[in-house]
C-alpha cells in the first residue's frame, strides 16, 4: 500500500509524499508480532522519504494491535 501511494504521488516532493503515507496507510491485526512486524516494514518503507525532513521528526506510525 505505501509503494502504491509513492508511485501514485511521483510528482510531488518528498515531504508531500510522506504526508500523504502518514495520512492515508493505516492498518490494525490481532497478533502482536504482525503488529511489530508491519512497523518496521511500514519505516523501511518510508525511510528514504525522511531525507526530506529537516532536524529531529516526530511522527507515530499508524498500525494498531486490536482486541476484541
Given at each position: ?6 508511485k ?19 492498518g ?21 522519504l ?19
Amino acid at each position: 500500500a505505501i509503494n502504491k501511494v509513492i508511485k501514485r504521488n511521483a510528482h510531488l516532493s518528498k515531504k508531500d509524499i510522506l504526508d500523504s503515507v502518514l495520512d492515508n496507510v493505516k492498518g490494525f491485526d490481532l497478533n502482536p508480532v504482525a503488529v511489530l512486524s508491519a512497523r518496521v516494514n511500514y519505516l523501511l518503507t518510508i525511510y528514504p522519504l525522511l531525507s526530506a525532513l529537516e532536524g529531529e521528526v516526530e511522527f507515530g506510525i499508524p498500525k494498531t494491535l486490536s482486541r476484541f
